[in-house]
């Protein structure tokens, strides 16, 4: 209820009746006024009309006495009555019904001298002679009006014990107009009550005479006057009408109706005002209000606003349609970009989900379909990254990302979940399985140059697949599994595929294990650090040992093999590394004051070398202990640098500045180019253990022939990794190879036994040089 009283409708339409109300009260006000002054104007003449026909009825009254009068005072009969006073003529001439005939109440002959003749009463039933009383009554009334008289004739009015009369004077003459007046004749009137009476019953109208003007009526009733006596010397005789209004029925009336008529007037404009409202605009704009509330409670819905014509409502609708389309547009390129991924414009992760769901019901519903999930993981980008810097970056992932949609079918789902992770989705039928064709695909695409980039680079990939069948896996499962089959590519060394299985659930979780371990272990400084001694053959003198970490756990030592990977995922390399730097350099000192000349062997993985400080420290370490730079031997395996990579190669060049020597680890597993080796200032080459097992399983020494002829030529030493047996030792040094590592001569071992080794090989004479091996190579100096 409140909110209708609020809304426009109930507003608008208030306003129109109070509006309305007040048109029609002063519509009723000014018609009323109009009414009333228009009857009262009626009203006025009217009365005006009643007066002057009252005022006739007494003109002809006074006319008819003074006719009357002057028929007698012109008779010769008269003129000599006046002079003999004969009574007969009298009782010939006056009898009661002439004298009623003449209207007249008394008549008197009055003398020119103004003295009374004789005086007749005709009011009663037989005339009297008027007796004295009757006549001094009169006698100042004659006085009064005579002198004015001047031989005329005049009928005038006069008052007489508050009765008005009427009196008609006239000359009595003779027909011979030579003889002079003999007086007067005087017919006096009487207009007392009765004869009022009679002629207001005659005229019916009541009337009032009065000696003065009257006063003014109530303000309810009517008045008109006018005075009958008015010439000179004349007494007033003032004549009015007052009564009450003719038509204060009929003004009643008319208002009544005028108030119903205005009402009415009110009711059916107020109404017809109300259905153009409604119609025109109110209906209309409920309407829009309707629609853009729907529209606000569902964003989904499409909203159309009605256009009829050209006003403007319809030119509001227009707009609001327009503004809707924008709105929608909008909301549409929205919806689109959450999910799309803004470099690459591929999907994103919130379009591999949403688009998970729907294949998932698909596939629930048909038992020969599956989910193929390919998780795509680019190797070492990050090097790109730091190295090349985020544009390039970002160009090769463009490309990249170009490349794996291209290679994907049209119905595979391409999107990248970020940074170097890309991911595509497929519905394959169970027996096909699409899939891994798709991936072998993707990993020869992204492995071609990136020809567009400012600097030649290749990439490779890892992939993960999983598999769904009949919607089994929630979304999440699924993802986890593919990024688990994706690790596992990783693992193996990169630049693979991987199917997911359920062992691999079990070695992440070991590798979890030995991550939460092997982060305590760091920061308890549980580590220990060996050492393996590197022997120049034939002679056996101890030239160098590499510092290898250990890792004493519950269950025994726990392989590096199995925890530098580990730690290296894990980022905890820095830390173990610099640890075991640490360690090793500061035992350097002791292990030289029994074996003067040892060279310290130290690895670097790759993430080390990415490290800002780490020429710094390394120098700061070397320096405490006093020895000089070249004492300590930096190990880098080779397969860092099958990238061109400019940080990593300045790391090295700073090294290299800093005085320490560089040897290029696992050489012969790697990619690296002879290029590129030539361009790095290494200054021997380990030669990995699979070549030197090869010279005696295989009977194949053409690798170690050839990396020593390539060491030879590049002015680098090669040390042989992993020697074993004799025979190895003897294969190696008819090939011309002297420095040697491996379980021949020592394994690996902590510093006190290392220190107990030395000593006892310091006691032992150098073995008989090999009769074959031709001269002993000269211990070489420092530098
Ligand atoms: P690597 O740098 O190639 O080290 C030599 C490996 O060969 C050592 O394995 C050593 O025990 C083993 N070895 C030496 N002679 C023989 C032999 O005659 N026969 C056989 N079968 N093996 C031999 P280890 O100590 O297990 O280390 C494995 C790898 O772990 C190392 O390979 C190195 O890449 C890494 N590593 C070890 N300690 C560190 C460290 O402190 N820092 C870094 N970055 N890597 C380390
Ligand atoms: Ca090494
Ligand atoms: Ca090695």
């Given amino acids: 209820m409140l909110k209708y009283l609020r809304g426009l409708r109930a507003r608008t339409f208030g306003y129109l009746f109070l509006l309305g109300l007040v048109a029609a009260l002063a519509g009723y006000g000014m018609s009323s006024a109009l009414l009333q ?21 007494f003109e002809s009254r006074r006319q008819t006495l003074s006719s009357h009068s002057q028929d007698y005072a012109l008779w010769d009969e008269t003129y000599d009555f006046m002079l003999s006073g004969d009574p007969a003529y009298l009782r010939r001439n006056f009898t009661a019904g002439v004298l009623a005939n003449l209207a007249a109440d008394q008549v008197l002959f009055i003398q020119a001298d103004g003295r009374l003749l004789t005086g007749l009463d005709g009011r009663g039933p037989t005339p009297r002679r008027l007796d004295s009383g009757a006549w001094r009554a009169l006698a100042p009334l004659v006085a009064r009006y005579l002198p004015h008289l001047s031989a005329q004739k005049a009928t005038l009015y006069g008052w007489h014990n508050g009765e008005p009369l009427l009196l008609a004077f006239h000359p009595v003459r003779n027909t011979d107009a030579d003889r002079p007046s003999r007086g007067w004749l005087l017919f006096v009137q009487h207009l007392d009550a009765t004869r009022q009476q009679r002629i207001a019953s005659l005229v019916k109208l009541p009337f009032t005479l009065a000696e003065h003007p009257p006063s003014p009526p109530g303000a309810t009733l009517l008045q008109a006057s006018r005075r009958l006596g008015e010439r000179p010397g004349e007494a007033e005789v003032h004549l009015s009408i007052t009564r ?135 190797d070492g980008f990050k090097l790109i990254n730091d190295s090349l810097g985020h544009g390039v970056g970002d160009q090769a992932l463009t490309i990249i990302g170009e490349r794996i949609r291209h290679a994907a079918r049209g119905t595979d789902i391409t999107v990248r979940l970020g940074g170097d992770e890309f991911a595509v989705l497929c519905l394959q039928s169970v027996q096909e399985r699409g899939a891994e064709r798709l991936a072998s695909r993707i990993l020869e695409q992204v492995a071609l140059p990136l020809d567009k980039l400012p600097v030649q680079v290749t990439i490779s990939c890892s992939i993960g697949i ?81 510092a290898l970490a250990r890792w004493p756990t519950a269950e025994g030592y726990c392989p590096p093999d199995q925890f530098i990977p580990v730690a290296e995922e894990a980022g905890l390399i820095g830390a173990l590394g610099a640890w075991v730097a640490q360690a090793a350099i500061s035992a350097l000192p002791r292990l030289r004051r029994q074996c003067p000349g040892l060279h310290l062997n130290i690895n670097l993985s790759v993430l080390q070398l990415l490290e800002e400080d780490l020429v710094g420290r390394l120098t700061a370490m070397l320096d405490q202990t006093g020895l000089p ?105 008819a090939l011309g190879c002297t420095l040697m590592q491996g379980f021949l001569f020592a394994r690996p071992m902590p510093e006190a036994a290392l220190t107990a080794w030395l000593a006892q090989q310091a006691g032992v004479t150098r073995p008989e040089p090999l009769p074959a091996l031709g001269p002993q190579p000269q211990p070489q100096p420092e530098g």
């Fill in 37 to 57: 002054r228009s009857l009262h104007d009626y009203e006025q003449r009217h009365i005006q009309a009643q007066l002057q026909q009252l005022w006739l009825t």
């Fill in 629 to 733: 730079r070249q004492a300590l031997h930096l190990e880098l395996t080779e397969s860092l640098f099958a990238h061109d990579n400019g940080v990593m190669q300045r790391r090295v060049l700073e090294l290299a500045n800093a005085g320490f020597e560089l040897h290029l680890d696992d050489f012969g597993t790697g990619y690296s180019s002879l290029g590129r080796l030539q361009s790095l200032p290494m200054s021997a080459l380990k030669l990995d253990r699979c070549f030197v097992q090869q010279l005696e399983a295989e009977d194949d020494e053409r690798m170690v022939r050839s990396i020593l002829s390539l060491g030879s030529q590049l002015g680098m030493q090669v040390i042989a990794e992993g020697v074993e047996t004799l025979a190895q030792r003897e294969r190696l040094l």
């Fill in 244 to 378: 009450p209004p003719l038509l204060a029925k009929q003004l009643a009336d008319a208002r009544w109706l005028l108030l119903g008529n205005s009402a009415l007037v009110l009711l059916v404009s107020l109404l017809v005002a109300a259905v153009l409202f409604e119609r025109l605009i109110l209906r209309r704009l409920s309407l829009f209000a309707n629609l853009a509330d729907r529209r606000r409670q569902d964003h989904g819905m499409a909203v159309h606003f009605p256009v009829r014509g050209d006003d403007e409502l319809d030119r509001l609708a227009r707009s609001l349609n327009a503004l809707m389309g924008e709105v929608s547009q909008v909301e549409q390129h929205l919806h689109h970009e959450i999910r799309r991924d803004s470099l690459t414009r591929l999907g994103n992760r919130t379009f591999l989900h949403e688009q998970m769901q729907l294949y998932r019901q698909l596939v629930a519903q048909n038992p020969e379909l599956e989910l193929a999930l390919l998780l795509i993981d680019l």
């Fill in 466 to 546: 999983a598999y769904s069948q009949q919607g089994a896996l929630a979304a999440d499962e699924l993802i986890s599994h593919a990024d688990l089959a994706m690790y596992e590519a990783k693992h193996r060394g990169k630049g693979r595929i991987c199917r997911y299985s359920e062992r691999m659930q079990v070695q992440v979780n070991q590798r979890m294990r030995i991550e939460q371990q092997l982060r305590s272990a760091i920061a308890a400084g549980q580590l220990e650090v060996w050492f393996q001694p590197i022997v120049r053959q034939p002679g056996g003198e101890i030239v160098m040992v590499e």
